[in-house]
């Protein structure tokens, strides 16, 4: 066992008993990100000096016992949470040299507990991308077979945590975002309720449906970080003003007598025999932990993937208008006029998906054509956000498989954007629904490639779904596999 | 209907996007094919139902209208491409 294996609770554990400090655990990882990453492309900054400073500040608050569980922790962040002075380019080539001059509130949250920062993460570009295959900076490679991809848009998040390039990282979910790479790369992620963890400081893509979450490698340590980022934020004025109840104190509980749904849309015919092999033997797990199982229904499941790519184009065309090369990013070099300017810097700083997706946004908000695509689909939204009220007056919670498949290849989507979007059928509902969602290690296909199950809870239920995946995690070994990197 | 050329023209253009004539032909195929697949929202009856904009039911978030401080002239023009005093400098408009 080496310091860059353990967790975050192991890891405080050697730090309050003097056996390890903040200082060595910080090397230990950043040598490994030295040999390994190269292998990965999991990292787009690696901020060596900071992440010593920040570990010789934190072994001082330790030493003077004031030091809190994630003291001297080394994290990473998506290169989507600006950090002051440190560069920040969410995969694109349009921020490639952005220093933002303030930072994000769950990064300065993190920063009052003393974490130690290691860099930034590569994700998909601007967080649009199920595959982490949109980046500027190249894809990240799953560390459980380099030849496929780790998943998105969350990807450097979540094979950073595989490849214990850091002891936790923070991802963001839009569509799927951290739940679909923590189950294509064997981890824990957790999709907050809309409104529990604030989004100021986070580049936006779709502003009613991004959310900020942990991604660590077991159920533990995601509690400990939720613990940290929760909390209402007055400058973010979508964050919600309801306490945070310790959800470390969730994690002893059983789960007898509790109700989980089993959407039968959800567990379709075309389900790859590998992911529905871990579901039904997931499902036995449970029953043997005493929970009982109702048969429910979302209606309207089959129409989510088409209400969210207009709704978070739409948003994400709005969002993007910002990047115009006149305060700050990427401006072209030659341009005849204000307009010009514009459009080149915007034309050279974008990649292809970025592209489509704002075309589509624009196409769906214009004249003639709003009605009928923006405002139907939010309508829509609205049937799908009934079907999950209506169930969870019958169920705690609704267990469904992640992803319809196992990682695939990198590159054996990227020429078919609509297979990639429908790819994100079992994580989207949830965004929409505005509810609270986690993703954690469930099994492995045939060929080693990690599956993972999804716990959706109610709003705000974030206890009860950490308390069901612990429960899980305590009677399977699945989250003490490690990939062979 | 089919998204033609044309149309990725004017999209771009309120978009503040330019593609190459080979960009502009991959993304009227693709552009066609997703919103071919949207058009099955048509099949739900939505007719009385309210469109959603915010997931989490709340009102409206203000704030005492005290003064704070602001993030600075200095912080804000840091990463100007070009700057001029205390003003971003850009082309000038040509009609």
């Known amino acids: ?485 | 209907m089919k998204i033609t050329v044309t149309d990725v023209e004017h999209v771009a253009r309120l978009a503040r996007l330019e593609l190459s004539e080979q960009d502009k032909t991959l993304f009227a195929g693709q552009m066609d094919a997703i919103l071919g697949y949207v058009e099955k929202l048509k099949e739900i009856d939505t007719d009385g139902i309210l469109p959603t904009s915010h997931a989490v039911p709340m009102e409206n978030s203000f704030r005492a209208d005290l003064m704070c401080p602001s993030i600075g002239t200095d912080k804000a023009l840091q990463n100007a491409p070009d700057r001029a005093e205390t003003f971003f400098r850009v082309p000038k408009v040509i009609e």
């Open chain 1, 1 to 485: 066992m080496e310091l860059f294996d353990l967790t975050i609770h192991e890891l405080h554990e050697l730090f309050a008993s003097k056996k390890v400090s903040s200082l060595e655990a910080t090397k230990s990882l950043l040598a490994r990100i030295d040999t390994t990453d190269p292998k990965i492309n999991a990292y787009i900054t690696v901020a060596g000096e900071k992440a010593l400073a920040d570990a010789v500040a934190a072994d001082q608050l330790i030493a003077k016992g004031a030091a809190g569980t994630l003291t001297g922790i080394p994290l990473a962040l998506k290169d989507i949470f600006l950090t002051e002075g440190i560069r920040t380019t969410c995969a694109s080539r349009i921020l490639n040299n952005f220093i933002p001059p303030y930072s994000a509130t769950t990064y300065e949250k993190l920063k009052e507990q003393g974490i130690v920062l290691l860099g930034k993460l590569n994700q998909d570009e601007f967080a649009m991308g199920s595959s982490n295959e949109s980046s500027a900076f190249g894809p990240t490679r799953n560390p459980w077979d380099t030849s496929c991809i780790p998943g998105g848009s969350s990807g450097g998040s979540a094979a950073a945590v595989a490849a214990r390039l850091a002891t936790a990282t923070l991802g963001t979910d839009t569509g799927g975002s951290i739940r679909q790479p923590a189950s294509h790369c064997s981890c824990v992620g957790l999709k907050p309720t809309y409104g529990r963890v604030s989004r100021y400081g986070v580049i936006a893509y779709a502003s009613s449906l991004d959310q900020v979450g942990p991604m660590t490698r077991d159920v533990t340590d995601c509690a400990i970080m939720l613990n940290a980022i929760a909390g209402h934020d007055p400058k973010d004025s979508t964050s919600v003003n309801t306490p945070v109840p310790d959800y470390t104190a969730a994690l002893t509980g059983s789960v007898k007598g509790l109700k989980i749904g089993l959407p039968k849309e959800y567990y379709i015919d075309g389900l790859d025999a590998d992911v529905q092999s871990a579901m039904n033997q997931a499902i036995e797990t449970y029953k043997k932990l005493g929970a009982e199982f109702v048969d429910i229904s979302l209606p309207h499941t089959d129409y989510a993937v088409a209400t969210y790519y207009l709704i978070a184009t739409a948003e994400a065309s709005s969002n993007l208008a910002r990047y115009e090369g006149v305060r700050f990013g990427h401006r072209t070099e030659q341009a005849e006029g204000l307009i010009d300017m514009m459009t080149k810097s915007r034309s050279e700083g974008f990649g292809a998906e970025v592209k489509r997706r704002i075309m589509l946004g624009t196409y769906a908000l214009s004249s003639g054509y709003y009605d009928a695509y923006y405002v139907k689909a939010q309508k829509v939204r609205t049937l799908i956000m009934r079907d999950f009220i209506q169930a969870f007056n019958d169920v705690d919670m609704i267990l469904t498989p992640v992803a319809p498949t196992p990682a695939f290849k990198i590159g054996e989507k990227i020429n078919d954007p609509l297979q990639m979007y429908l790819s994100d059928i079992f994580t989207i509902p949830a965004n929409l629904a505005g509810t609270c969602a986690m993703s954690i290690p469930a099994g492995f296909s045939g060929s080693g490639l990690p599956i993972g199950l999804q716990l959706i809870g109610k709003p705000f239920g974030e206890d009860s779904i950490l308390r069901a995946a612990h429960a899980f995690e305590q009677a399977t070994e699945w989250h003490k596999r490690t990939a062979q990197i």
